[in-house]
Structure formats: structure tokens, C-alpha cells
């Protein structure tokens, strides 16, 4: 067992959920208790989608136990398929349903449905949502594609498929906008989407393009294997979030399309290096930073961090294991070793401990920023309404790079009144307690933030103390973390003004 | 519909030292996050103990697994009175005895935690059952009205506080000696309880802890549910009644909160009244609903769905419903869906999982979880209940695009 309090990631058959509601004509029969159906709400209310998710759940109650819960599936699954008329099903069963072991597979495949029916074995006790996404549109694709040869259309402008993109994705629907433009620009035609907005027919095509573009490897990671391995189609693998990625993804694309890259580089409307550039950035130089998301988030925003806005990365993390080795590489380039945990007290615990300037997180990372007084923005799902906005708001491609530098740096204390907060600490209207002044009072942090235990042996002098409360909150609790090392490994039992200087210089160097 | 885990989210802010931990799967833990308002961030006095693939296989001892996430808790929040083990789909599955669990960690922590089992289960309970499990498995908590005790009157039901606290004067100006609260506000406040105990219910879905409450000997005063300016007078009455005080002192001490309710219901009347109403089944205040909503603003009801029809408890809200009313029991969310897109009402009380694809198709709709997670008992929330109804239909009109 295994105490948690909020979660990253829900069960997998939330994860097969995701790819069902961002398909159409594919309907989801889930061997479930009523009590499932709350997984409804989080497409119809965060994502604000318009239509219910096309899963059906059995409802089966504790009376239905000791009899005829194969018959209720059978039922369900005929009654979907009368009603829905999907052209493709997938079936299978959320936790509790695993451990009656009803056999929804067999079950369907029993009442001999006219269309694929696809079983899914996810299971509840060991994996999780994405991890059942993958396994999801993996199993659909594979079963839809086939692995025999499939007639190419003549040969013309070079074609790609694009995958990943799904419902409940972090800003999916935009950054599918950006990167379809780009490829728009190269000449690259679009083959197929998926699984967002395909139909079972548009599944069946995937092998009639060059090659495929992965978006998401957290979701169509092991697709895009398959359809390698089996129809002999590479994978772009570059994700294009910020702009060095963004022009790496461009000259891979050209490359394998026999393309001129600059056809998307020149005149691309990227904003974010001269703003960067501009003077008035300066002030972002080596603000610490702490990022933890999904892998593929998470890794694409330390690289952004410290090549296009010139931060520190301090600390770099993920929740999904399945991609742990790669946020490893990643955190080792720059020195650090990577939070792999799904457990948002071991994030808080880091991110006390560290006392970034600002937080990139995911919904979970930004209630923690809350409680400890830091800045944030939102760079991975699991998300929150608000990460749906009505606008345009990608995250991909030279757009998504320009959206990604204003919701970074937009939290942040700005250059001059940073300044100003470190020189007139006391002035009652004006200070580092209220946040920062374009954000109004509605951003002054509610909770004062968990004091940390100073080592055993060490205390303040009340004069030093207050020095203390002069330096901006923002910096305060890594000044006294530092000061209160530096005092115990010299064995000052008692810290003075002098010390806290003598601790600055040391750290200085 | 949600099962009874969801009463978590607010029992654990009425209870105000008491722990939530439900043994369970990720679904669980997503469904409590999922339902908490998408996410409410104060350190929850809830948690989910995950079991995972070794605790089903036999591999972990499901009870030294147990013992060791409740110490690894206490550790974290040694503030903690009150510790609910909560049941689920998966533990009542694999019949893991918490009650047993329960008995043993209520030892090894005493005198300063208190460990009570119910079931929060999708397979036993929807939504508000669970608070029903949960105050069911309080009463044996109670301690025992000496014999000879005087009267007293207990309100059973989570109320928000400040209507807890305008019940209680009311209750004291109407001449009721003693008025006790349950579930109360902290765990070694249970009121006793015994033959002297008269209760109302302030919840229409409290059914077992109904049966509890009468084995200890404790009799129900019947009346309609405190909702809306009748219902309150009526379940105000009902008690007053059961204490022999003079009617037209009852109607002197009611008659301002009336009048203020009245009042303030009128401003809603004009955009309710003779609008049509459809309930899909969800928290059982469904029928309370559907008699205010018809007799006081005037709304004219379709269909009236209840996950789960009392029909003792609820006999004084039933005569109250007009005749020709649908009252349909239980869930079968599709051809539910059917009847409403053939009726086409005006307004339409439904899930947070319908109500976006309604309003998609030109329905007006009101989430019910708003129904539980809001103040709407008493006089001076009868104008707050209805305008969750009318504010949605004034929505609707002053939208132009």
C-alpha cells in the first residue's frame, strides 16, 4: 500500500479513456461500478468538452457479485453498440472489475459484434493513466494498420502522420495548430492525425505516409515503434517546444522530407530570442528555477530555461517512471540529479529545500508554489480548467515559444522593482511580501511558508536575525539555509551579522 | 453519479479533527481529487492508501501494510483525533476486513485516536450514501443518555456551520432545553445518546443512521426537510410539536424568518415560475428539491430521478409533490438522457458529467454537486437555493452570443 494524497496520474482506463473521447467512432465499454463514472467530469468540465466521453459502464452493484456480472458486460456492450453504432470498440475493465476477472475480450468477442472489437489489459494495480494511453492507441493502431503492406499512394509531396495529440492533452489542440503550420510551410502534407478527431478508417492509413511525427511520446511513444518497426516508417523525435528544439525539428522534417528547411525558419514570427535578448531581461539572468512535469514537458522546459532565457535550472523532475531515464540524461547535463516520484510531498519537500525563484510545474507543482511564496506556471498536465484557455496558447513550434516566454517571466518580480524591494525593505506600501506589483494584491501569498528546522546547535543572534528579514523573501530562505551550514560546519553555535556576510562570500565564489 | 467516497470532501471539513483514509485503488484517490472541486489545495485531512499489485497477491500483509501507512500518518499530522478507515470497491472485492483493522489500531492508539471503519464502496453506495455510512458507523460512538435524562434534541446531518448556528438559535427561542449537532465539529463532542433523544434529520438520504439511532433508542421526529420557508417552518414545528410548545409562540419566533425568506424568494419566483424541470438522479435531495422548486417558485416538474427512494423517510415530502409527477428511481443514465431530449425543459439538475453536453444541446442545466457543497438549509438560504436555479435561466438571457 502506498499513502497518497493527490495524485499525477489516474488509472489506466482513465488513460484509455483519453484516446476513445479524442477519436470518433470508437466507443469505450468499461467493466465498471457506477462510482467510475466520475471520469466523465474530467473531460466535460476541464476540458470543457461538449459531448459525453463514448464509454459505457456496466454499473455493477455488490448485489451482481455473486451472479451474472458477465451478463451485465454482454448486455452493456450490445445496448453501446445498438445505440452508439460505433465503427470500433475497445472493452475492458477499471480496478475493481480486474479483480472479478469477468473477461470482458472474451465476452464481447462472444456476442459477435460487425465491427473490431479490441480487448485492453490494463493493469489497475501496477501501471497508470498515460502508460494506459500508450497501450491504448498502440493496441488500436496495431489492430487497425495491420501488418501487411498497404498500398502507398503515388508517390508526390512527402507525407507524415502526426501522433500523440489527445483529449485531456496540455494545450494539444494548439500546439497541433502550430506544428501542422509548420509542416504546411515545409510542403509536408498531413497524412493522418491521431489520435485526436481520427476515425477508425483514418487509423487504417497510417502506413500511407513517409513517415510519422511524435508530439507526445508519452502517449504515442510505443505507436510510432510499432508502425517503425512493422511499415518501415522513421519518427521524428525532436520535440519542437522552444526554438532551438523548434529549428531542430524543422531540419529533421526537411531532411527526411528532401526539403528546404528555410522555407520554415525564415520569416517565422519568433519573438522570444530578441525579447530574451532585449536589456530588459537581464534581470532573468540565473533566476533558479525548479521544473517537474510529465518527461517529455519537463525536459523540453530545463532546456529552455537555461538556453533561451538564461535561467538556472536547480532542480529537474518527472512523475512518469517510464521516461525516468531520459529525464536522468537530461538532469545530468546540467549537473543535477532528477526527482523521478509520483509523490507530491517528496516534490514539496524538494522544492522547500531548494527555494527556487520560480516553479514550472504542473497543477500539483503550482498549489505547492502557492503555499511557499513562489512564482509558477503551469508546463505539463495533469492540468486544471484554467490550462484550457479559450485562446490561442500553444506550446509547440516559434508561437509556442513566444507564448512560453510571457507565461514564464510573467510571474516573476520585474527587473527595476527587484531592485527596489532589496533597497527600501520597510517601506509598508511597497514590499517583497506583497508580491509582485503588476499581479495586484490577489497574488500576495496567502500561507507563510514551512520554516526549516536550523541544524541542531545553531541559533540567531535577534541583530542578525534581522539583517536576515532585509534580504527579499524570494532569496531568504536560501540565505538562511546557507548561513545555517556555513555555521554548523565551522561550529558557530551562535550566528551573528558577521556570520551571515562570511556565509555570503563563501557561497559567492 | 459518484459513489460515497465523494462525502470525504466535505465531512473532512466538518469534522474538523478527524482523518479520512480510504483503502483503495488510483481510482479512488483520482475520483477524491476529481470531485474536490477539481482540486481544493489546503492540506486535505483525507488520503488514499493505494494497494498495489504485491498487496493483492498476497505478497504484503494487507493488515501490517495498514498498520504501517496509518503510522507513517500520524507522523505527518499528529493532530489527529479521529481516524476513519474508509472502505471501497476494491477492499470490499477482496472482503479486506476493516473493521477488524479498525478495532486493532483503535487499541494501539488509544486514548489519543479514535479508528471507525464504514464503506464509501461504488458497488454499495452513490454519492450521499456515504455520509450515511459514515454517521452510521458514529452513533456507536456516542455515548449513552443516563437514564432519566430530559429530552433532547438532535439534528443529524452535515450542515455548514453557519446554518448549524441559526438552527440552534432558532431552536433555543422556540423553547427546545437541549439541541446537540451530528456529526459534530470535533470528535470528542458526540452528543450522548439514548431514549431520551428525539432527532430530525437535516438530510433527507440518512437512512441507516436512522436504524442506528433507533436501536440506541433515540426516536425520529417525522417532518418535511428543512429546505425553502415551508419546509423549514414545517421541520421547525415538527420539533416544537414533539416538545408540546404553544403553536403561536412557535409562529412568533419563525414568523421574521419567513417573512426575510419570502421576500427574498419573490426576485427568483419571476424568472422560475412555470419554467419546467427535469432531475436526473444524484444526491437524493432530489424530491426536497423538486417540492420547493414547485410549490415555492412555482416550477413545473417533468421528472424527478433519485439514485435512491426512502420512502418512510421521505413520505412527508412525497404527499407534498404534485400527483402526476415521474419520480423514477436509480440510474440508467441513457435512456434518462432519452426522456429528457424528448421533453426539452427549461431547466435541467444533472451531474458535472451531463451538464456541459446539455447545454451543448440548448438545455439549461444546474450541476447538483453545487446542491451538497453549499448552504441552502434554513430560512436565510431559501433565496440562496433558489437562485442557484434562476441564476443559470438569467444566464441564459443575457447571453447574446
Redesign the interface.
Given at each position: 500500500m502506498k499513502l497518497t494524497v493527490w495524485t499525477y496520474e489516474g488509472p489506466p482506463h482513465v488513460g484509455a479513456m483519453r484516446i476513445a473521447t479524442a477519436m470518433k467512432g470508437v466507443h469505450y465499454v468499461l467493466h465498471a461500478p457506477q462510482g467510475d463514472t466520475y471520469a466523465d467530469l474530467l473531460f466535460t468540465m476541464i476540458e470543457r468538452r461538449n459531448h459525453r466521453p463514448p464509454v459505457t459502464y456496466t454499473t455493477f452493484q455488490a448485489r451482481d457479485l455473486g451472479g451474472d456480472t458477465a451478463d451485465l458486460f454482454k448486455a452493456a456492450a450490445r445496448d453501446a453498440y445498438d445505440r452508439f453504432k460505433p465503427d470500433a470498440m475497445i472493452v475492458g475493465a477499471s480496478c475493481t472489475a480486474e479483480l472479478i476477472q469477468d473477461d470482458p475480450g472474451g465476452l464481447a468477442k462472444a456476442i459477435g459484434l460487425p465491427i473490431p472489437v479490441l480487448p485492453l489489459d490494463l493493469p489497475s494495480y501496477q501501471k497508470k493513466e498515460s502508460w494506459g494511453a500508450a497501450e491504448t492507441f498502440y493496441q488500436l493502431v496495431r489492430a487497425l494498420a495491420g501488418s501487411s503492406p498497404v498500398p502507398r499512394t503515388p508517390a508526390g509531396r512527402p507525407r507524415c502522420n502526426i501522433l500523440g495529440p489527445t483529449a485531456l492533452g496540455f494545450r494539444h489542440r494548439d500546439d497541433l495548430i502550430e506544428v501542422k503550420r509548420l509542416l504546411r510551410r515545409l510542403g509536408v502534407d498531413v497524412n493522418v492525425t491521431a489520435p485526436l478527431d481520427a476515425t477508425a478508417d483514418d487509423l487504417r492509413r497510417l502506413p500511407d505516409a513517409d513517415f510519422n511525427v511524435v508530439l507526445y511520446p508519452e502517449i504515442a511513444g510505443v505507436a510510432a515503434g510499432w508502425l517503425e518497426r512493422t511499415h518501415g516508417q522513421p519518427t521524428i523525435k525532436t520535440l519542437p517546444i522552444g526554438v532551438g528544439a523548434t529549428r531542430e525539428f524543422i531540419a529533421e522534417v526537411a531532411a527526411l522530407a528532401g526539403v528546404d528547411p528555410a522555407l520554415a525558419m525564415d520569416d517565422c514570427g519568433s519573438r522570444s530570442p530578441w525579447w530574451s535578448r532585449s536589456v530588459d531581461s537581464t534581470y532573468l539572468t540565473g533566476k533558479r528555477v525548479f521544473i517537474f512535469g510529465d518527461a517529455s514537458h519537463a525536459i523540453a522546459a530545463a532546456r529552455v530555461a537555461s538556453e533561451e532565457l538564461g535561467f538556472e535550472v536547480v532542480g529537474l523532475g518527472a512523475y512518469n517512471r517510464e521516461f525516468a531515464r531520459d529525464v536522468r540524461a537530461a538532469a545530468e547535463r546540467l549537473g543535477l540529479t532528477a526527482l523521478i516520484t509520483d509523490d507530491y510531498l517528496e516534490v514539496e519537500r524538494a522544492i522547500a529545500d531548494l527555494q527556487p525563484e520560480l516553479v514550472l510545474g504542473t497543477q500539483m507543482e503550482r498549489h505547492i508554489a502557492k503555499r511557499l511564496r513562489i512564482p509558477c506556471a503551469v508546463i505539463s498536465a495533469p492540468s486544471h480548467v484554467q490550462d484550457f484557455p479559450a485562446r490561442f496558447s500553444p506550446q509547440m513550434g516559434f508561437e509556442g515559444a513566444n507564448v512560453i516566454f510571457d507565461t514564464w517571466v510573467h510571474p516573476l518580480v520585474m527587473g527595476l522593482e527587484e531592485h527596489l524591494l532589496s533597497m527600501f525593505r520597510d517601506d509598508f506600501e511597497f514590499n517583497d511580501e506583497a508580491g509582485p506589483s503588476h499581479l495586484g494584491h490577489g497574488a500576495a501569498p496567502s500561507a507563510p511558508a514551512p520554516a526549516a528546522a536550523a541544524p541542531a546547535g545553531v541559533t540567531w543572534a535577534h541583530d542578525a536575525q534581522a539583517e536576515l528579514n532585509k534580504i527579499p523573501f524570494f532569496v531568504r530562505g536560501k540565505a538562511r539555509r546557507n548561513t545555517e551550514a556555513f555555521a554548523a560546519e565551522r561550529g558557530i553555535a551562535t550566528i551573528q551579522i558577521e556570520t551571515l556576510y562570511d556565509a555570503r562570500s563563501h557561497f559567492a565564489r | 453519479?459518484?459513489?460515497?467516497?465523494?462525502g470525504i470532501v466535505w465531512l473532512h471539513r466538518k469534522i474538523q479533527d478527524a482523518f479520512f483514509l480510504v483503502?483503495g485503488?488510483?481510482?479512488c484517490?483520482?475520483?477524491i481529487?476529481?470531485?474536490a472541486g477539481?482540486?481544493v489545495?489546503a492540506e486535505?485531512r483525507?488520503?488514499?492508501?493505494?494497494?498495489?499489485?504485491r498487496?493483492?497477491a498476497g505478497l504484503?500483509d494487507?493488515n501490517d501494510?495498514?498498520d504501517?501507512?496509518v503510522d507513517?500518518?500520524l507522523a505527518r499530522r499528529p493532530d489527529i483525533r479521529m481516524l476513519f478507515l474508509v472502505g471501497s470497491?476494491?477492499s470490499?472485492?477482496?472482503k479486506l476486513d476493516l473493521s477488524r483493522a479498525a478495532q486493532r489500531l483503535s487499541k494501539k492508539h488509544a486514548p489519543a485516536l479514535r479508528v471507525i471503519n464504514y464503506s464509501g464502496?461504488?458497488?454499495?453506495t452513490?454519492f450521499t450514501q456515504g455520509e450515511d455510512a459514515c454517521l452510521a458507523a458514529l452513533v456507536p460512538e456516542a455515548p449513552s443518555n443516563p437514564a432519566g435524562a430530559p429530552a433532547s434534541l438532535l439534528v443529524v446531518g452535515t450542515l455548514p456551520d453557519i446554518v448549524e448556528d441559526q438552527f440552534r438559535r432558532l431552536l433555543g427561542e422556540i423553547g427546545i432545553p437541549k439541541v446537540d449537532f451530528f456529526p459534530p465539529r470535533r470528535s470528542g463532542d458526540i452528543p450522548a445518546i439514548g431514549p431520551g433523544t428525539r432527532f430530525l434529520l437535516a438530510q433527507p438520504f440518512l437512512g441507516d443512521t436512522t436504524l442506528k439511532l433507533e436501536d440506541r433508542g433515540a426516536v425520529r421526529i417525522p417532518a418535511l426537510f428543512p429546505f425553502g420557508a415551508e419546509g423549514t417552518t414545517a421541520w421547525l414545528t415538527a420539533a416544537a410539536e414533539a416538545w408540546n410548545i404553544d403553536p403561536a409562540h412557535v409562529q412568533r419566533v419563525v414568523a421574521p424568518g419567513q417573512e426575510r425568506a419570502r421576500r427574498a424568494l419573490e426576485r427568483h419566483r419571476e424568472t422560475l415560475a412555470g419554467k419546467t424541470l427535469f432531475l436526473f438522479p444524484d444526491s437524493q435531495l432530489e424530491p426536497c428539491l423538486a417540492r420547493f422548486l414547485s410549490r415555492e417558485l412555482g416550477m413545473k416538474l417533468i421528472e424527478v430521478g433519485t439514485p435512491y427512494l426512502n420512502k418512510d423517510l421521505l413520505s412527508r415530502e412525497l404527499e407534498a409533490l404534485p400527483d402526476d409527477v415521474l419520480i423514477s428511481e436509480g440510474?440508467d443514465?441513457?435512456r434518462q438522457l432519452d426522456r429528457c431530449r424528448a421533453a426539452r425543459p427549461d431547466m435541467v439538475v444533472c451531474?458535472?458529467?451531463?451538464?456541459?453536453?446539455l447545454?451543448?444541446e440548448g438545455l439549461t442545466t444546474k450541476w447538483s454537486i453545487e446542491l451538497v457543497f453549499s448552504p441552502v438549509h434554513g430560512f436565510d438560504q431559501a433565496a440562496d437555493l433558489a437562485g442557484l436555479f434562476a441564476r443559470p435561466l438569467r444566464r441564459q438571457t443575457m447571453l447574446k452570443v
Open positions: - | 453519479m459518484f459513489c460515497g467516497l465523494t483503502v485503488s488510483r481510482t484517490a483520482h475520483l481529487q476529481s470531485a477539481v482540486m489545495f486535505p483525507f488520503a488514499t492508501a493505494i494497494m498495489e499489485e498487496d493483492l504484503a494487507a501494510e495498514l504501517r501507512v507513517e500518518l470497491c476494491p470490499e472485492v477482496i464502496s461504488g458497488i454499495e452513490t440510474q443514465v441513457d451531474g458535472l458529467g451531463l451538464a456541459n453536453p447545454e451543448a
